[in-house]
């Protein structure tokens, strides 16, 4: 394969996400849940930057901690990166910088974020020239989110989440994000949710092995309609993470006395997005979140997946 280098350095930024809907059925085989969720990409992001190396090597800033993003091959970017070369016959390497601004296990997917924005970054770095089914397919093999992450907008993603379909969405969505200083452990709220099932009796076929999202929520996106969608608006993760961290629900109560249409526990969590009528309801709901101690974020969706900026 001819390749050409367009630069010595690459700069992608892709979105965090929040899940609009999430269903999450029966555990199969493999360990993975069968998933029915509504993804929106929002402008939270993360940036990366990969400048030609001997070797692949990683360095992260935006994190207070930075032992909680580690720098080796248990990091998604960093396995993309390799993923790229190994897929192509790259003999190089790349240094990663990852400027985070997601929450780092906040339930908002900036790993998968990160690992979409290293593939792109890689790809035109190297000159690798892949097709965008191509790098979607090495997505899907990085994790349920990472796809999305390459595509953004709002799509409906089923079998482990990393099946999409892109779903119309109309307008914009205003949105306030509560951010926790502590993340919580994606695999850990998935086993919890189990054990949740298990103790409360739910029978072999409940949840179903195979799940489709309700017809309200698309309608609701399609009209852009924010009181509609606040109302069909549902997560299955969220008990998992209420029992895990009550204080939560605590949270979802003040945005909502505040004025927010709708609160809900963004993925495996503990972010809480809550839903707004408008821009100026949003930024209310912010100061009088932030007016109690909160870590308050103003954004809005759908916007575009990962995309060079220089």
Request: net charge negative.
């Amino acid at each position: 394969m001819t390749r050409e280098a367009f630069a010595e350095s690459v700069h992608v930024r892709a979105p965090g996400k929040i899940n609009v809907y999430l269903g999450v059925g029966g555990r199969h085989d493999d360990g993975y849940h069968a998933l029915a969720t509504v993804f929106q990409a929002v402008s939270l992001y993360e940036d990366v930057i990969a400048t030609d190396a001997p070797d692949f090597t990683l360095s992260v800033t935006g994190v207070d901690d930075p032992s909680t993003v580690p720098v080796d091959d248990r990091n998604l970017a960093m396995r993309a990166a390799k993923m790229l070369a190994s897929a192509t016959g790259y003999e190089g390497g790349v240094h990663l910088e990852l400027r985070k601004s997601v929450p780092v296990a906040g339930g908002m997917g900036g790993g998968s974020a990160d690992a979409a924005a290293a593939l792109v970054a890689c790809d035109a770095l190297w000159g690798t020239g892949l097709s965008p089914q191509r790098l979607h397919e090495l997505a899907a093999r990085l994790g349920a989110d990472v796809p999305f992450a390459l595509h953004g907008g709002t799509a409906v993603g089923t079998g482990r989440g990393d099946q999409l379909n892109p779903a119309l969405a109309r307008g914009r969505f205003d949105w306030v994000l509560v951010t926790s200083e502590a993340g919580l452990s994606t695999p850990e709220i998935y086993a919890r949710l189990d054990a949740h099932r298990t103790e409360i009796g739910a029978l072999a076929d409940d949840p179903p092995m195979s799940l489709d999202v309700p017809i309200p929520v698309l309608q609701a996106l399609r009209a852009g309609d924010p009181h509609s969608l606040a109302a069909s608006m549902f997560n299955d993760l969220e008990v998992s993470a209420l029992l895990e961290r009550p204080a939560l629900d605590d949270i979802i109560n003040e945005g909502l006395h505040a004025g927010a249409l709708s609160g809900i526990v963004s993925g495996s969590g503990p972010t809480i997005a809550f839903l707004c009528e408008t821009p100026d309801s949003a930024q209310y709901v912010q100061g009088e979140l932030q007016k109690n101690g909160r870590t308050a974020l103003h954004v809005h969706g759908p916007v575009p997946g990962a995309r060079i900026i220089s």
